[in-house]
């Protein structure tokens, strides 16, 4: 049985001149984000994973 995953858009961002990036507001909904959290950087398979870490 293979494992089906669904693929959505849940939002655009730029990277500014000082390499930083705003979360999109859906995001740090669905994901209940909030200042101060601390974000994983995960590379695999030659893709960019970002998680909220767990550990902070």
């Not at 655009?12 to 740090?28: A, E």
């Not at 909904?29 to 200042?35: G, H, I, R």
């Amino acid at each position: 049985m293979s494992k089906t995953s669904k693929r959505e858009v849940l939002g655009l961002s730029k990277i500014t001149y000082k390499y930083q990036v705003t979360i999109p507001k859906r995001v740090r909904d669905k994901y209940q984000l909030k200042e101060g959290d601390m974000l994983i950087f995960i590379e695999e398979d030659n893709k960019l994973t970002i998680t909220k870490s767990t550990q902070y």
